[in-house]
């Protein structure tokens, strides 16, 4: 099977190395707008040669849109128009509802499965992928009904054996949970490490005192602006309305703290506590 | 050395068995007001045997004050009346100003040494202690010049046998400090923890989809209201002002994001890059 993945970064990168553990018979063709990152990724084995893209969409089987959004939603129609007629397309954007509406009316749609991992880390391009990455994490699957059976059977299959959870969900419902989910999340720690930055001037009091819950709630602040920022541009309606909740939790937060009223602050981290049923 | 540990909770017991860990000749001395905490600590080693607070102070070489920061301030002038002559006392408690200012005019101030162990986890109680939670963490020392030097110099030396760092520092400067590398990063877990719950009513998806960055920028929601309404309560003035700044950023990143302004919010998230310098 000949897949070509597009970005050979994080993503894309470790889902092609995931695929070449698990299968025999695999070929990726890579394609990235970067000498660079090409030139990385062959080195490193996640692609086992690397093609300009309409050279590469002409041979394939699959073919993998692992960039992000912005270029996810500017390239899937040029994709789709070259797509080979069995051959697959799926993409890994964390924004669902603009791709699938860009999508919707191309005469190949039914070829097309709009697809999330829910998979990551902080880092980025080619030297951050590797195989276990995408094992065992869950996949969502926005408007499977659009999507022929055969190529939603071919997607579902390879994350089958990744061991990946299948979802599915419309792209509207979607693209709320992961702005509540993760989107807040990743702006969260952005400003929380903003706000330290500004006012640490002495870097090494931020590392010595980093070990007191810091580290991993600014963890995500080390994301990258390129990725991130057309996200929250495609997600504005959610996030925004996220933030704003956000927000209020904190000043019902302030207000208790100002007040000295312990009651209520304990209240208010009691209900927070509740996140233990879910993730232990 | 007979060491007394008042609460024998995460930090308390895992002093003692850190100690325990790297020294003979240490035997412990549990008090904690919960007679449940004090069969576990000693069934799980936290505690050679348990006394009543008075009882165990007059047979200490050392006592550590290991509870909330009220109660702390509540304990550190009856433990300072029955501490013996050649005895010091340690608190760990998170935040030092308040503290400092309540033993500042006692007879035996010297006798105390004020400090912050820089670890933690999410959890606690007995159960969460273990040895190497210390290990190799940042101990902020505060107002050393108010110690004896035979106080200081056994503190210091029972920190470094735990290989942790010492760092000094007054006790203003270290709630400053705290507020935002540490209370702050609580606060954010916790608001973000209320406003994902308060959202996600199936939580179910919130556990699917977790692994998007939330699952770490939430832990701390998993934290104790007992121990951390009393910390915010007297680090009032310092958390309300790092709070402000916190949400000051947030607005920034909003109104970035409702001008769908990839290049402010991309400088935003540049920004925040930085702490990949201090934090790898």
Not at 90 to 95: C, L, N, Q, R
Not at 105 to 130: C, D, L, M
Not at 206 to 228: E, Y
Not at 240 to 268: M, P
């Amino acid at each position: 099977m000949i897949i070509t993945v597009i970005g050979l970064g994080l993503l894309g990168g470790s889902f092609a190395l995931g695929l070449k553990a698990k299968h025999t018979g695999i070929h990726i063709i890579g394609v990235d707008n970067s000498a660079t990152h090409a030139a990385q990724a062959l080195r490193l084995g996640l692609a086992d040669e690397v093609l300009p893209l309409e050279e590469a969409i002409l041979k394939s089987d699959v073919v993998v849109l692992a960039v992000p959004v912005s270029a996810i939603a500017r390239l899937i129609l040029p994709v789709l128009d070259k797509l080979p007629e069995n051959a697959m397309l799926i993409d890994f954007g964390s924004t669902k509802e603009q791709i699938c509406s860009i999508a919707e009316n191309h005469p190949r749609r039914k070829q097309f499965v709009a697809a999330h991992p829910i998979a990551g880390t902080e880092y980025s391009g080619p030297e951050a992928a590797f195989a276990a990455l995408l094992y065992e994490k869950t996949m969502i699957i926005c408007e499977k009904e659009k999507s022929a059976p055969a190529a939603l059977a071919l997607a579902e299959q390879l994350c089958r054996s990744l061991n990946m959870p299948l979802r599915y969900m419309q792209a509207a419902e979607h693209d709320l949970h992961l702005a509540y989910v993760s989107h807040l999340s990743h702006i969260s720690s952005f400003a929380l490490g903003i706000t330290v930055l500004e006012k640490e001037q002495d870097e090494k009091n931020i590392f010595d005192m980093a070990g007191s819950g810091f580290s991993s709630t600014v963890r995500l602040a080390k994301s990258s602006p390129q990725m991130w920022a057309p996200i929250f541009s495609q997600n504005k309606k959610n996030v925004s309305q996220a933030l704003d909740s956000y927000i209020a939790q904190l000043q019902r937060f302030k207000a208790a703290i100002d007040a000295e009223d312990e009651a209520q602050a304990s209240a208010l981290m009691a209900e927070a506590n509740n996140i233990r049923r879910i993730l232990g």
